[in-house]
């Protein structure tokens, strides 16, 4: 009887890990895009986070090398193809230009989409993972400790490699993107 009882543990261990996502398939997450994450992110109760990011210039990121101005610098860094083309500029511009990581719900076009940040959804994304924070980031929800280590994640982008860089005061900076959801 105790070997019928540790197949069914084993049967259901394995189950749970499928619809939960490891550690290890960190690694093959996919980005769903800001369409999936929408539904669940723009209440009150979560902190209006979609509204935040649709003010952001982040929104807004994949628009501008669309402009003149953007395709202007690209050419004065000798760069052979437009911005919007440019890996050397979409790798900040956009969440991620892999077209093997992205469903079908994920348009680049969009910018720097919740993924940038968060880290690729598809294994993460659904309520139950979603309304426990340790099986969130088990799944592959980007942690941050502190905000220090946001701080590092935004350089990775707002630095000096930048040909249109402007000085990044992170404290100055953060608040205006900034989007946690209410405590209570």
């Given at each position: 009887m105790s070997r019928k009882i540790g197949c069914i543990v084993f049967i259901v261990s394995v189950f749970v890990?499928?619809?939960?996502?490891?550690?290890?398939?960190?690694?093959?997450?996919?980005?769903?895009?800001?369409?999936?994450?929408?539904?669940?992110?723009?209440?009150?109760?979560k902190g209006n986070q979609m509204e935040v990011w649709q003010k952001s210039k982040h929104a807004a990121a994949y628009t501008v090398l669309t402009t003149p101005k953007a395709d202007e610098i690209a050419k004065?860094?000798?760069?052979?193809?437009?911005?919007?083309?440019?890996?050397?500029?979409?790798?900040?511009?956009?969440?991620?230009?892999?077209?093997t990581l992205m469903e079908k719900t994920f348009d680049m076009k969009m910018g720097n989409q919740c993924e940038t940040c968060h880290g690729a959804g598809s294994a993460y994304k659904s309520m139950p993972v979603m309304k426990d924070k340790a099986k969130a980031y088990a799944a592959g929800l980007t942690e941050y400790k502190d905000d220090a280590a946001i701080?590092?994640?935004?350089?990775?982008?707002?630095?000096?490699?930048?040909?249109?860089?402007?000085?990044?005061?992170?404290?100055?900076?953060?608040?205006?993107?900034?989007?946690?959801?209410?405590k209570g």
């Open positions: 890990l499928a619809m939960t996502g490891t550690a290890q398939d960190k690694g093959k997450n996919k980005y769903v895009g800001v369409s999936t994450c929408a539904p669940c992110h723009k209440s009150a109760s004065a860094k000798g760069l052979k193809k437009p911005a919007a083309e440019s890996p050397e500029c979409l790798t900040c511009h956009v969440t991620t230009t892999d077209a701080e590092a994640k935004c350089k990775t982008c707002h630095n000096e490699k930048s040909p249109s860089y402007k000085p990044f005061v992170f404290k100055d900076m953060w608040p205006k993107i900034k989007h946690a959801a209410p």
